[in-house]
């Protein structure tokens, strides 16, 4: 069983739908939880950053952790084309160094206008 | 892509030949990393860097070295390139490497061993 799972996808949304994207993960020991937004040919961008358990909004996307599921959420409200893009979750255990960061393979969302 | 530049952006070589791949960065962030990203698999670990000369090996470091002989570079080598190193490379830079810190990346090489 890998480290972090996620939904390889694709995921196809018409424009305006609510996009809910996900990842599992294994070792209770992540408490600190990144979404990155990677479009093609690009590098990963951070798009939301949040710490245990709880929901963190930023505009139309809201990150949640489940930590007793070992489960977290990034959705999108209102999506739009320009959302098209590999979503990555990323997470690192409480007592961090750089070199700790495992991410999930991605999903590929596709919003269609 | 926070001042992190990656050369050459694409490449294609043959098996047994020597490569290297360079990450330069503008900010003066202590920590610097090399990933690699191959389908199915996500971002993983090759190596990182937490200070000029000072590297470590990450989840997936056989087959590569590095070197950080300034602030700004990171260097990745293939000793002898086979075509299990065919993918895309990210290079990575953190101010900090605590639990508050998150990491920023380049735009990739795209390297292909024939």
């Known amino acids: 069983q890998k480290e972090v799972e996620q939904d390889p996808g694709p995921l196809s949304v018409p424009e305006g739908a609510i996009v809910s994207l996900n990842c599992t993960y294994s070792?209770?020991?992540?408490?600190?939880f990144m979404w990155y937004r990677q479009y093609s040919r690009k590098g990963p961008e951070l798009l939301m950053y949040?710490?245990?358990?709880g929901n963190k909004e930023d505009g139309r996307f809201t990150a949640q952790v489940d930590k007793s599921s070992k489960y977290i959420s990034l959705f999108i409200r209102d999506s739009q084309p320009s959302d098209s893009a590999t979503y990555l979750c990323?997470?690192?255990?409480?007592?961090?160094?750089?070199?700790?960061?495992?991410f999930g393979p991605g999903t590929r969302l596709s919003v269609l206008p | 892509d926070a001042g992190i530049t990656q050369s050459p952006r694409h490449k294609v070589t043959e098996t047994g030949t020597p490569v290297t791949l360079r990450c330069h960065q503008t900010e003066n962030h202590r920590y610097m990393y090399w990933y690699r990203q191959d389908p199915g698999h996500g971002l993983r670990l090759i190596h990182y860097?937490?200070?000029?000369?000072?590297?470590d090996k990450g989840e997936v470091s056989d087959g590569y070295s590095v070197s950080r002989s300034k602030t700004e570079d990171f260097l990745l080598t293939l000793e002898s390139a086979t075509s299990s190193q065919t993918s895309v490379y990210f290079c990575?830079?953190?101010?900090?490497?605590?639990?508050?810190?998150?990491?920023?990346f380049g735009p990739g090489t795209r390297l292909t061993v024939l």
């Open positions: 990575a830079i953190s101010e900090v490497a605590t639990s508050t810190d998150t990491q920023y």
């Open positions: 990323a997470m690192i255990p409480v007592d961090n160094y750089g070199q700790n960061f495992v």
């Open positions: 949040t710490y245990s358990s």
């Open positions: 070792n209770s020991a992540f408490q600190y």
């Open positions: 860097s937490y200070g000029v000369k000072d590297t």
